[in-house]
């Protein structure tokens, strides 16, 4: 069974870093895109980054020349730098990965990300 386990969010002043982990597990053959979203409270669900297996990245506006994302074989990265209240919210993390009885679309279970002074 095919897991994706995040780590590194927490509580972070406006201005600060941080820098989440998502670490695929289990059996399987190949992964696809990596990437993060994120929802805030009462907000729908948006993409942040995605990293393909060759590497090309997508960035959303917001978090361009702040935000990068990276990929190590089934690990994927988010490195946060100048870190603003609006960038409060659940940090998801999603892969296309295909295993023994098929592709499809994984999701961690999030990691809560609170910007504040």
């Known amino acids: 069974q095919v897991q994706l386990v995040e780590s590194g969010g927490g509580l972070v002043q406006p201005g600060g870093s941080l820098r989440l982990s998502c670490a695929a597990s289990?059996?399987?053959?190949?992964?696809?895109?990596m990437g993060w979203f994120r929802q805030a409270p009462g907000k729908q669900r948006e993409l942040v980054a995605t990293i393909a297996s060759g590497g090309s990245t997508n960035y959303a506006d917001s978090v361009k020349g702040r935000f990068t994302i990276s990929r190590d074989n089934a690990t994927v990265y988010l490195q946060m730098n100048s870190l603003k209240p609006e960038d409060t919210a659940i940090y998801l993390c999603?892969?296309?990965?295909?295993?023994?009885?098929?592709?499809?679309?994984?999701w961690g279970q999030g990691t809560r990300v609170t910007v504040s002074s």
């Open positions: 289990g059996t399987f053959f190949t992964i696809y895109d």
């Open positions: 999603n892969a296309e990965i295909v295993t023994m009885v098929g592709g499809g679309d994984y």
